[in-house]
């Protein structure tokens, strides 16, 4: 691979020439000495390796090679084995116990030797066997290290570290050889836990082992590991124990930690600077490197991830010298936090290096050097006062417009917390200030500046008032988007990490600053003195209302704030906006009217587009109400009569321009050449359309109460205005105009109904001319199928309430005619039929099954007048008498006392013999008629009415001379009455008392009415009743007033009626008798 050499220049932090020399002497040195096999992602190719440190430091082709020449000539470091024996597990038990004595040999050994021995081994003449054990014959006993014996175990922990010097890495390997030691110690406490015939029995093989190999000990098995094969890293890994045979086929395992080192570098760092700070001089190094490369690719931002190449050279480096986790680690946070300010680094990386820190100080202390104590303490402060700088500025340097911003804050922060926590940091720097206190000072400052910058950010470039208020209301609404941003996305993350209210800090800071700078600006408008202005004052206004309303997200609720009352500075421009947004309401209210074409939106919203533009309007003003919210309350009530005005006077002000826009549509000359009655069809729409504008807006306006919530500011102003004032002045406003608005729709109602009025009395006039010949269908059939028509247009293009306001209109308007036809024909009893069933049809076709005017809107106490009159003027002759029975047996009733006195009589039905009994006891109480003070009275009985009962004589009592209280007790029998004469509407038992004359006709004394439904006997069907089980009757006698009713006269007017006017001469000869005036 060659890497080409960037074109930039890379900043070394604090290094001269000559120290970026011996650096680059350094890490050939590791390169170019280095041993083992690489990982998975390290470079395994050394001249890459050399190709990138070229690069890196920048070096040109002939000095590198005279460099290199130089390193190459350097004593070579001497190589050593580092090697930790841990643990193993699953080993044999060798002793009778079923446990061993674990200890491990181990030693180095080239492979040409150990070829050289299974040589000799293999041209033996003996059969060959599988070697267990062969250290101690192979290796020198001075070179063979020795672990502790672990007692009676199976899983052995040792953790003891060995250095082993390295002849030849390439050919040397590490042996590994564990036994069971079988000493005098061993055998007695073997001898001591023996239980059983198993246990004695191992005992004696162990000890025929020992005879025959003259030695005590148990071989346990062994492992080989060739150090060419070590990685560039240490290894930490479990080995499997050989040799595995068919009696152990697993002998355990081993865990081993093994790194290859070196002693005796011949560099001139080596020798006199500490390991870690060359580490973290190479560490910078190549991040700075990595860095150019990064940016000559285009990519300005990101993380600076290190290549194979580097990650390579400083694990070699690493490894070499035996640089410990902790020191590494330390090297990469000095080298990080310096880098820190000029290298995007990654904070969860700085994070583990400093908890890496953390968890090894205890035991690290003790080693580290006072100048590396100073290095460290330095890097601490630096990076926290660098961490804090950012902090301040946390708006600049964590925009909001990042998303990933917020999370490298987060780790920032969470980096600065764990300084503070480190036992290093707090032993090192103790003087520190407390975290908390820095990070609300910084906030502080960077607010501060923050506002200042946006302030001059925002300063017009003409210094004019309507300029200065716009950069005023663009400062607010960036205060309240930086508000907004730190609450919802910044705050957690102060909090949850150093405890910091972030929200209370900047809040409680800029709306003090916003106070102390603009209260004097805008009183010194005095309200303003442009609409430009007003309007920015309106705007300024609605932002700093938004800034206090931010107030509740404090925690805990600081109370008063300097901009509690900052709606005083705009007491001044008050009323204008008022003024303002009626001035607006009106010139939009014209402008939709003078564009509307009253033409229906759609099926279903059958009002035009001035009526959304005004329901529109209205919205706006009642978003003013909202936006104000001003806080005084006896303030706040004069801007609700205020809005409330305004709004009435535009509701007036459109009903007026929607009708004048209708007559100016109705009048266009385009209509010049269209016929009468598609002009009247295109004026009929229209008005239409006006009506269900205005009832659309009359709808809006009743919605004011609830949509204003003047309960709410009815309840705030309890203390200081009166329920009656609030009604006197709010909901009488809004009475008058919902009236003036009813009156406008009324007018339109009438216009609309003025033609449909015309055809309705045209139909009702032919009717009532019509031949009498001709079926009633066939007459009102015309009058129904126009207003099928009428009324199935006017339901589509009217909504519900003013349809049926139309039909109200049109049906008082339809009685009236009704009514008044019937005055103009006379006695016609055919005429009136017509007429009443006209209404009737009328009264169906108005309701329409419920979907039309409900019938208590139809039967009014006009239509049950006329109604009544056009019955009884179609009813027959027969028909009226009934009537009139009816009303006097009503009339009976009613009436207790008399002073014409009363007759007393029993009346009861034979149902078998169908006859009906009468018997006149008595009458009382008659006034005198005679010239003598007394009267002759006599009763006469008779059967009503006469049609009724034509086949039955009426019967006469004897005459009880000069008796006002004459005693008859006569009976009498009426034959052949039926039960059904008796239940005919008016049948009755008239008794009349005559007073007899004998010169002059009989003078009446009364005559009283008994109805014949109800009489005793005429349900039953049992045994005939008999006079002595019917109760006694006694009916008020009463004299006939002139002109009673109107149905004598009606009677009367039917001249050519002999029935009619039979009746009417025995009612005027009775009227002529009368006492009634």
Not at 217 to 243: A, I, S
Request: aromatic share 8%.
């Amino acid at each position: 691979m060659e890497l080409q050499a960037p074109c930039g220049k890379i900043e070394h932090t604090h290094l001269s020439s000559a120290e970026l020399r011996l650096l680059y002497e350094e890490a050939l040195y590791t390169v170019i000495h280095g041993s083992g096999k690489p990982d998975a992602c390290h470079c395994e190719n050394k001249y890459d390796l050399l190709q990138y440190l070229q690069s890196a430091f920048q070096i040109d082709k002939a000095e590198n090679e005279v460099i290199q020449e130089q390193v190459r000539d350097l004593k070579p470091p001497s190589p050593y084995l580092k090697l930790t024996v841990k643990e193993a597990k699953g080993i044999i038990g060798k002793d009778a116990t079923g446990f061993s004595d674990p200890y491990c040999l181990l030693g180095l050994m080239s492979s040409e030797e150990h070829q050289e021995e299974e040589a000799q081994r293999s041209n033996s003449p003996l059969p060959r066997r599988r070697q267990k054990a062969m250290m101690k014959e192979a290796i020198p006993q001075d070179r063979i290290q020795k672990t502790e014996v672990k007692r009676q175990t199976l899983n052995p922990i040792w953790n003891e570290t060995f250095l082993l010097k390295v002849k030849d890495v390439h050919h040397t390997e590490l042996y590994i050889e564990m036994w069971d030691l079988d000493d005098e110690e061993s055998v007695n406490i073997r001898l001591a836990e023996i239980h059983g015939i198993h246990g004695l029995k191992r005992l004696f093989k162990d000890v025929k082992k020992a005879a025959r190999k003259n030695e005590q000990d148990d071989f346990l098995g062994n492992l080989v590991v060739k150090l060419q094969d070590l990685p560039y890293t240490p290894e930490d890994k479990w080995y499997p124990l050989e040799p595995c045979t068919e009696t152990y086929p697993d002998r355990g395992k081993c865990h081993l930690h093994l790194k290859l080192i070196h002693e005796e570098r011949d560099t001139t760092l080596s020798k006199r600077e500490p390991v870690f700070r060359i580490h973290r001089g190479l560490l910078q190094q190549f991040v700075q490197f990595e860095k150019l490369l990064k940016k000559q690719s285009g990519d300005v931002h990101g993380e600076v991830e290190l290549s194979a190449p580097a990650s390579t050279i400083l694990s070699l480096h690493a490894t070499q010298n035996d640089l410990s986790p902790f020191h590494q680690d330390m090297a990469k946070w000095l080298a990080y936090s310096k880098l820190y300010r000029c290298v995007e680094v990654s904070y969860i990386c700085l994070l583990q290096h400093l908890t890496s820190i953390e968890y090894q100080w205890g035991l690290a202390q003790v080693t580290l050097k006072q100048q590396a104590q100073d290095e460290l303490a330095e890097s601490f402060t630096s990076f926290l006062d660098y961490g804090i700088s950012l902090i301040q500025k946390y708006r600049e340097v964590f925009p909001i417009s990042d998303p990933k911003s917020i999370d490298h804050q987060l780790s920032l922060l969470r980096v600065l917390v764990q300084i503070y926590k480190m036992k290093a940091f707090n032993k090192l720097c103790s003087s520190v200030p407390d975290l908390h206190d820095r990070i609300v000072d910084a906030v502080t400052a960077g607010t501060v500046e923050w506002y200042h910058a946006q302030k001059q950010l925002l300063e017009p470039m003409i210094k004019s008032e309507e300029e200065n208020m716009k950069s005023l209301v663009l400062l607010i609404d960036q205060l309240n988007t930086g508000l907004t941003s730190d609450r919802k996305k910044r705050a957690k993350i102060f909090t949850g990490t150093v405890k910091v209210n972030l929200f209370n800090v900047t809040y409680l800071l800029i709306q003090k600053l916003v106070a102390e700078d603009l209260q004097e600006q805008v009183i010194s408008t005095g309200g303003g003195r442009s609409k430009e202005v007003v309007e920015s004052l309106y705007q300024l206004y609605q932002n700093i209302r938004l800034l206090l309303h931010q107030q509740i997200y404090l925690l805990p609720n600081e109370g008063s704030l300097a901009l509690s009352d900052f709606y005083k500075w705009f007491s001044d421009s008050l009323p204008k906006w008022l003024q303002m947004v009626y001035n607006n309401t009106v010139e939009m209210v014209q402008r939709a009217v003078q564009k509307d074409q009253l033409q229906c939106l759609g099926e279903k919203t059958k009002h035009s587009t001035s009526a959304v533009d005004i329901a529109t309007c209205y919205l706006k003003i009642k978003q003013t109400w909202t936006q104000l919210s001003w806080p005084d309350s006896e303030e706040a009530f004069v801007i609700m009569v205020k809005l409330t005005e305004d709004m009435c006077k535009v509701a007036l002000m459109y009903c007026r321009l929607i009708e004048q826009r209708a007559e100016e549509l109705s009048t266009n000359k385009d209509h010049a050449n269209q016929s009468d009655s598609d002009v009247n069809a295109v004026r009929s729409l229209q008005l239409c359309v006006v009506l269900n504008n205005m009832r659309h807006l009359r709808v809006v306006i009743s919605q004011l109460p609830e949509d204003l919530d003047w309960q709410g500011l009815m309840e705030d102003t309890a203390n200081m205005i009166s329920v009656d004032q609030i009604q006197n002045t709010l909901h009488t406003q809004l009475k008058r105009v919902n009236g003036s608005i009813n009156n406008k729709i009324q007018g339109v109602i009438q216009t609309l109904a003025q033609k449909l009025q015309a055809d309705i009395k045209k139909h009702i006039h032919n009717l009532s001319t019509s031949y009498h010949d001709v079926p009633l269908e066939n007459v009102i059939e015309p009058l129904m199928k126009f207003l099928d028509n009428e009324f199935a247009y006017m339901d589509r293009n009217l909504v519900q309430e003013n349809f049926q306001s139309l039909l109200g209109f049109l049906w008082t308007h339809i009685i009236d005619v009704i009514n008044l036809t019937s005055y103009q024909c006379g006695v016609s009893q055919a005429l009136y039929s017509r007429l009443r069933y006209t209404l009737q049809c009328l009264l169906h076709s108005f309701h329409a099954e419920g979907n039309g005017l409900p019938l208590d809107k139809l039967q009014t106490a006009s239509f049950e007048v006329l109604e009544a009159h056009l019955t009884l003027n179609a009813a027959s002759t027969h028909q009226l008498i009934q009537k009139y029975c009816t009303k006097k047996i009503q009339q009976q009733a009613t009436v207790e006392t008399s002073k014409y006195g009363a007759v007393t009589v029993k009346v009861f039905y034979d149902n078998q013999l169908q006859t009906l009994h009468v018997e006149v006891l008595n009458a009382v109480n008659l006034i005198p008629l005679d010239s003598n003070g007394v009267s002759d009275p006599f009763v006469e009985v008779t059967l009503q009415p006469k049609h009724v009962f034509p086949m039955v004589e009426g019967k006469t009592t004897q005459c009880k001379y000069k008796d006002l209280n004459p005693l008859f007790d006569e009976t009498f029998e009426f034959s052949n009455v039926t039960p059904e004469q008796c239940r005919t509407e008016g049948a009755c038992l008239l008794f009349t008392v005559f007073d007899h004359d004998t010169l002059l006709s009989d003078d009446l004394e009364g005559e009283a009415y008994l109805p014949l439904d109800d009489i005793p006997g005429l349900d039953s069907t049992e045994e005939a009743l008999t006079h002595t089980r019917v109760p006694q009757t006694r009916l008020t006698l009463g004299h006939p007033k002139p002109k009673e009713y109107d149905i004598l006269k009606l009677l009367e007017a039917r001249k050519g009626d002999r029935d009619a006017q039979a009746f009417i001469k025995i009612r005027k000869q009775r009227e002529r008798k009368s006492k009634e005036t």
